[in-house]
């Protein structure tokens, strides 16, 4: 009975974890555990993910977030600016380190900045929002999600065609939040106070480690150093500096990931389902790139469809807007599901919610925009 309440427990807690391990274990009832499987996870992201909940760990135990969040408190004239500046932080910063990195970095900032102001319970809507933000943000470059960077070698996309395929999309999407967070009543400031912030007294030396290794992360996003590298030095540097990090990381979140992987790869081995995605993929890339993301993810979304795609961009504009609607549409909203949930466990439901009419919204529009403009983009 013991064991039955937390299996319960673990459900309410680790809910999408829970989904994704029954349907691994589903699939692997069609397709039996063989050497295969060892090649369905896409082990650099699994690595960089890890090595980055890490870092933003370490930076964070060193004070770092503190002392940025009270220098942006300082420089806002109120709440509006405050919402805008941070939103825009993860638009932009994830065309260059990602989604994933961007909310890493972001949302539990933004977290501890409206615990600062007193008011965090206003902090639900702001993270929805940065998470729509860092997924539509992340389309505008071939770097800025695993998904640009999987297509745009595998189909050989021109330039031309990559912007056709995603800038229309990124623009507009940054006018909808712009209108959205400039007609946002706007509020004074409340004082900081003055123990917050100052807890943690931030030691460059010790900062040091963390920034070198959030850089060499970069380097792996932007494929200059090797994953294994750069999980090996922060897996050596943390030991060292301080092994309590460790403890720090989301395993359920990596586990998540992991189960996924094994889904997707099952099902790109039934002959049925095969058969059944060249018939349905062939000439209707947009609407089944958007479509299969929201039950697998855009990402595995993104690998299962090449294969049956003959037009490329609009694939690449399917999934991308695919990654919009559920959580788990994008698997990098699964880390501000996570992080909001951990700082509200009450307000999960509150925050699914609201999730999911902004998603809804956003992805109705833009949906409109590409069925009108993707026939006009350059053929793959």
Request: aromatic content about 10%.
């Amino acid at each position: 009975m013991e064991i039955w309440q937390r299996v319960k427990a673990l459900a309410r807690r680790e809910t999408v974890f829970c989904v994704s391990l029954v349907l691994a274990l589903l699939s692997a009832l069609a397709v039996p555990p063989d050497g295969a499987y060892l090649s369905y996870p896409d082990y650099r992201t699994l690595a960089l993910l890890f090595c980055l909940m890490t870092v933003v760990a370490g930076a964070r135990s060193q004070g770092a977030f503190q002392r940025l969040g009270r220098w942006l408190l300082r420089r806002s004239r109120g709440l509006r600016e405050l919402r805008l500046a941070l939103v825009m932080l993860c638009f932009f910063a994830s065309m260059a380190i990602t989604n994933d990195v961007a909310l890493i970095t972001f949302v539990p900032f933004t977290l501890m900045v409206f615990r600062m102001t007193g008011r965090p319970e206003q902090s639900l809507l702001l993270v929805v929002l940065e998470t729509i933000a860092a997924n539509l943000g992340s389309m505008a470059t071939p770097i800025g999600n695993p998904q640009n960077l999987y297509l745009c070698s595998a189909a050989g996309l021109s330039m031309g065609q990559f912007a056709w395929a995603v800038l229309p999309y990124a623009g507009l999407s940054l006018a909808i939040l712009a209108a959205v967070l400039l007609g946002w009543r706007d509020e004074p400031l409340p004082p900081v106070p003055a123990e917050a912030g100052e807890d943690v007294p931030l030691s460059l030396p010790r900062l040091a480690p963390f920034l070198a290794l959030f850089g060499l992360c970069l380097l792996v996003v932007f494929r200059v150093v090797d994953y294994r590298l750069a999980l090996v030095c922060v897996v050596l540097v943390v030991a060292v500096v301080d092994r309590a990090l460790f403890g720090q990381v989301d395993y359920f979140l990596l586990l998540t990931f992991l189960c996924f992987f094994l889904f997707v790869g099952n099902l790109k081995r039934v002959p049925a389902l095969n058969e059944l995605l060249q018939s349905l993929v062939g000439g209707h890339e947009l609407l089944a790139g958007i479509a299969m993301s929201q039950i697998i993810s855009n990402v595995p979304a993104a690998i299962l469809l090449s294969g049956f795609s003959r037009d490329f961009a609009a694939l690449l504009t399917g999934v991308d807007l695919g990654g919009l609607g559920t959580p788990i549409a994008s698997l990098a909203s699964l880390i501000s599901l996570k992080l909001y949930a951990g700082e509200h466990p009450e307000g999960r439901g509150a925050f699914l919610k609201s999730f999911a009419l902004w998603n809804a919204g956003f992805l109705a529009v833009l949906t409109a925009a590409a069925l009108i403009l993707s026939p006009l983009a350059p053929k793959a």
